[in-house]
């Protein structure tokens, strides 16, 4: 309770507590500096190729660029800009638009990295922390705001590693 206009930190006195508003302002700080690296980079020297591949999944079904060879390494973000493809947003001026995918991507890692950590030590405050040091890592959000697989790649890695800790337990 209380009121949140009158009084801001309200929520947090009421019991959500300093490692909930450390692990929403990870989260939230994390997407907006994502979101800026996203619509601020400059093109990375491989995203034409991440764009072209989107291209051939939408024309082909499979990332087979024009001159035969197959184009793997980054098949599952082929798939998910697809739709960006035929909704006719899929050109190279439309990275800032087609980055945002990646922009979820690196937030949800953020996530991943509190529940992996947690899950490891038992610790929220220590999850917390972690998640704050992955959403301000200059190379994760380097890889969030750029049409490349890293992003996608990093949450899956803290999914499978989160996925394998509560296996075990």
Do not use: C, K
């Amino acid at each position: 309770g209380g009121n949140v206009i009158a009084d801001p930190l309200s929520w947090v006195r009421s019991g959500l507590g300093a490692t909930t508003t450390l692990l929403a302002s990870a989260i939230v700080f994390g997407f907006l500096v994502r979101v800026i690296a996203a619509v601020t980079l400059t093109p990375h020297v491989d995203e034409p190729s991440s764009v072209l591949a989107a291209h051939m999944v939408a024309e082909r079904g499979l990332p087979i660029l024009p001159s035969g060879t197959p184009y793997f390494q980054g098949t599952t973000l082929s798939y998910l800009l697809q739709p960006f493809v035929w909704l006719g947003l899929g050109e190279i001026h439309h990275l800032p638009l087609m980055r945002m995918v990646l922009v979820l991507a690196g937030t949800v890692a953020i996530w991943l990295s509190y529940r992996l950590a947690r899950a490891i030590t038992g610790s929220a405050s220590v999850g917390a922390i972690t998640a704050m040091l992955v959403a301000i890592d200059p190379v994760s959000v380097q890889w969030s705001a750029h049409v490349r697989m890293y992003g996608l790649l990093q949450a899956l890695n803290f999914a499978l590693a989160w996925a394998y800790i509560r296996l075990l337990q």
